[in-house]
């Protein structure tokens, strides 16, 4: 079975950084896009971040500067490095990642959850 799973969510002060992991199994990962995307009860899942198969990266304007997405494909593990966060930031943030060429379904974690508090 493919599975993604995050971690590295937590509680972090205003201006803090945070790293948030998202680990896939179950498939070759070297030949999927994937994405962050996080969500507020309530409110719609907002996209964050992409990063492809060739190592593009796009960002939303709310990341741009102050988060990077990254990933390993010998650990099979995509990263999102976020700095200088705002209570704005607070949320569940999922990965995503797809095979755009085999027509297979997206797959989604079950996310990991990130509080900006002082």
């Known amino acids: 079975q493919v599975q993604l799973v995050e971690s590295g969510g937590g509680l972090v002060q205003p201006g803090g950084s945070l790293t948030l992991s998202c680990e896939a199994s179950?498939?070759?990962?070297?030949?999927?896009?994937a994405a962050w995307y996080r969500q507020v009860p309530g409110k719609e899942r907002e996209y964050v971040a992409l990063?492809?198969?060739?190592?593009?990266?796009i960002y939303a304007e709310s990341a741009k500067g102050r988060f990077t997405i990254s990933r390993d494909n010998a650990k099979n593990t995509v990263y999102l490095r976020m700095k200088n966060l705002t209570p704005e930031d607070t949320a569940v943030y999922l990965c995503?990642?797809?095979?755009?060429?085999?027509?297979?379904?997206?797959?989604w974690g079950q996310g990991t959850q990130v509080t900006v508090s002082s």
């Open positions: 995503r990642a797809q095979n755009l060429e085999s027509g297979v379904d997206a797959i």
């Open positions: 179950g498939t070759d990962f070297s030949l999927l896009h």
């Open positions: 990063i492809t198969k060739g190592f593009a990266t």
